[in-house]
């Protein structure tokens, strides 16, 4: 049978896991607006009696541990590569519509204001007027293809410039998850959870900039190919 002070004892070891779990609750209010935050769970377990006549000796934490799915991680990072290829890919066909023109107000009328000259003039060849229209009409058309042509060769030089750009910010982005997976495998496993969020907010955005695969290990660390 257990005495007072091993009632007190439990008493205090519970009022301790429930004042760590308000605790908790705190944190992931605090943060549910924080990028790349995982919500944490308490976990509890009783504390084994010592005599056979003793009920238990309350309650301990084990740890705090932070809610995350795997299987939802890796799927949300195959869409974000998806989404972030296609908005690159609008991005450029955008620039290239916008050369091309709305139809019957771009290339196209341009090119049929041409072929109907043509056909002006092969109704009256010996119109000087049908002729101007003709020559007039094939420079109109050619400086249409002119811009085109330069607005092609702009997007290809943006995109070579923004390909230079991610390639630096990828090299960065996997410097800092090493130097992450580095802390998560000295860490104490107090500041875990909070590197684990960390390093979750840069493989979301590296996984924007390239196709990327990530295996994370049973010690922590993750691979990322």
Same mark, same amino acid.
Do not use: C, H, W
């Given at each position: 049978?257990?005495?007072?002070?091993?009632?007190?004892?439990?008493? @205090? /070891?519970?009022?301790?896991?429930?004042?760590? $779990?308000?605790?908790?609750?705190?944190?992931?209010l +605090? /943060?549910?607006?924080? *990028?790349?935050?995982?919500?944490?769970t308490?976990?509890?377990?009783?504390?084994s009696?010592?005599? *056979?006549r /003793?009920?238990?000796?309350g309650?301990?934490? !084990?740890?705090?541990?932070?809610q995350?799915d795997r299987?939802v991680e890796?799927?949300l990072?195959?869409e974000?590569? +998806?989404?972030a290829?296609t908005?690159?890919?609008?991005?450029?066909? @955008?620039?290239l519509?916008? $050369?091309?023109?709305?139809?019957? +107000?771009?290339?196209?009328?341009?090119?049929?204001?041409f072929?109907?000259?043509f056909?002006?003039?092969?109704?009256?060849v010996?119109s *000087?007027?049908? %002729?101007?229209?003709?020559?007039?009409?094939?420079? =109109?058309?050619?400086?249409?293809f002119?811009?085109l042509?330069?607005r092609?060769? $702009? =997007?290809?030089r943006d995109?070579d410039?923004s390909? %230079?750009g991610?390639?630096?910010e990828?090299? @960065?982005?996997?410097?800092? !998850?090493?130097?992450?997976? /580095?802390r998560i495998?000295?860490?104490? =496993?107090?500041? !875990?959870e909070s590197?684990r969020?960390?390093?979750?907010?840069?493989?979301?955005?590296?996984?924007?900039l390239? $196709?990327?695969?990530?295996t994370?290990r049973v010690d =922590? *660390? +993750?691979?990322v190919?």
């Amino acid at each position: 049978m257990s005495g007072l002070f091993e009632s007190l004892t439990s008493a @205090s /070891n519970a009022l301790d896991a429930q004042r760590m $779990g308000l605790d908790v609750v705190g944190q992931n209010l +605090a /943060n549910a607006n924080t *990028p790349g935050y995982s919500r944490r769970t308490l976990i509890l377990a009783e504390l084994s009696p010592t005599d *056979p006549r /003793n009920a238990g000796r309350g309650v301990e934490v !084990v740890r705090v541990q932070a809610q995350r799915d795997r299987f939802v991680e890796d799927r949300l990072r195959r869409e974000q590569q +998806a989404g972030a290829f296609t908005d690159a890919e609008v991005q450029s066909l @955008s620039s290239l519509q916008a $050369g091309i023109g709305l139809p019957g +107000a771009g290339l196209d009328a341009k090119l049929t204001a041409f072929f109907d000259a043509f056909s002006s003039l092969a109704s009256d060849v010996t119109s *000087p007027i049908a %002729r101007d229209v003709v020559v007039a009409q094939g420079k =109109g058309l050619a400086r249409t293809f002119d811009d085109l042509i330069n607005r092609i060769s $702009g =997007g290809r030089r943006d995109a070579d410039n923004s390909i %230079r750009g991610a390639v630096d910010e990828i090299n @960065s982005l996997a410097s800092q !998850v090493a130097a992450l997976n /580095n802390r998560i495998s000295s860490s104490n =496993g107090a500041d !875990v959870e909070s590197l684990r969020d960390q390093r979750g907010v840069l493989l979301t955005r590296l996984s924007q900039l390239a $196709g990327v695969t990530v295996t994370e290990r049973v010690d =922590g *660390p +993750a691979d990322v190919s």
